[in-house]
Nanobody
């Protein structure tokens, strides 16, 4: 089993930045992709960004391309989401996720219920 714990959420004004972190623990020895999803009030959970096990490939939702950057530190079992030029519509609970034997692109298009592991989420609020 794998445990995922997010941190770094908070309140920021539009145009500002936040850096989210996700710490993975447990039996994390196999090849897996990791990503970020978000859920705004009254809306379904949606894909944001994903990164391959090696860190060599990334995939983003169109609305965050050029503003968000996903990265990972294999030695520390950490994944990050740097969010710049934030907009009010970015306000949501952000969830860290992991999927075994999956590419970054595949993680971005697969069904939500196919994801193996989820964190409990961290709230990012962007004020206008």
């Amino acid at each position: 089993q794998v445990q995922l714990v997010e941190s770094g959420g908070g309140l920021v004004q539009a145009g500002g930045s936040l850096r989210l972190s996700c710490a993975a623990s447990g039996r994390t020895f196999s090849n897996y992709a990791m990503g970020w999803f978000r859920q705004a009030p009254g809306k379904e959970r949606e894909f944001v960004a994903a990164i391959s096990w090696s860190g060599g490939s990334t995939y983003y939702q169109d609305s965050v391309k050029g503003r968000f950057t996903i990265s990972r530190d294999m030695a520390k079992n950490m994944v990050y989401l740097q969010m710049n030029r934030l907009k009010s519509e970015d306000t949501a609970v952000y969830y860290c996720a992991a999927k075994w034997y999956t590419t970054a692109q595949s993680m971005g298009v697969m069904k939500i219920d196919a994801i193996n592991y989820w964190g409990k989420g961290t709230l990012a609020t962007v004020s206008s």
